[in-house]
Antibody, heavy 117, light 109 residues
């Protein structure tokens, strides 16, 4: 069965960076893309971007351009999302999700990232 | 980026029908997908494409689209359908990205 398992919760200081991992299993990793979505406390879903696990092509949300990098390691079927220059409003649950023809059909369990001094 | 607008909250009596709408310019060109999210859980895809349900999603969930509006209909709402619902579609600004709707809280009375 398809599973996406994310790394554990993180607490970071403003200005620091965080790197969240998303390990995929149960399907051919390079046949699908991975999208990242975040949700601030009590707020809605925010699309952050996606990466092709086939060729590494990326597309980032305009508001995160320059601060976010998405990568994959095909040898371990793992996707990564790094966010730099963290601010308090980056505090959120970060989700990875598998992309199937543009739709997010399987999701990770979420990773809480707290940015606090 | 483009925006997708949803009503913040709707309520429905148990067993009745509720329609959730999503409005945005990008919907004139692209289908919306719909996600259900219960408190403390990851979202779940319930409708994609013209009107397709992933395996395991009850057939009381259906989707439709007209002009700049996409709709998710729950026919015969059950208590377990109480959740937040989000639409999602391509960003029509040309950057190949996606955008989520503002979300609708569905309460089953």
């Amino acid at each position: 069965q398809v599973q996406l398992v994310q790394s554990g919760a993180e607490v970071k200081k403003p200005g620091a960076s965080v790197k969240v991992s998303c390990k995929a299993s149960g399907y051919t990793f390079t046949s699908y893309g991975i999208s990242w979505v975040r949700q601030a406390p009590g707020q809605g879903l925010e699309w952050m971007g996606w990466i092709s696990a086939y060729n590494g092509n990326t597309n980032y949300a305009q508001k995160l351009q320059g601060r976010v990098t998405m990568t994959t390691d095909t040898s371990t079927s793992t996707a990564y999302m790094e966010l730099r220059s963290l601010r308090s409003d980056d505090t959120a649950v970060y989700y990875c999700a598998r992309i199937h023809y543009g739709d997010l059909d399987y999701w990770g369990q979420g990773t809480l990232v707290t940015v606090s001094s | 980026s483009s925006e997708l607008t949803q009503d913040p909250a709707v309520s429905v009596a148990l067993g009745q029908t509720v329609r959730i709408t999503c409005q945005g310019d990008s919907l004139r060109s692209y289908y919306a997908s719909w996600y259900q999210q219960k408190p403390g859980q990851a979202p779940v895809l319930v409708i994609y494409g013209k009107n397709n349900r992933p395996s395991g999603i009850p057939d009381r969930f259906s989707g439709s689209s007209s002009g700049n509006t996409a709709s998710l209909t729950i026919t015969g709402a059950q208590a377990e359908d109480e959740a937040d619902y989000y639409c999602n579609s391509r960003d029509s600004s040309g950057n190949r990205g996606y955008v989520f709707g503002t979300g609708t809280k569905v309460t089953v009375l």
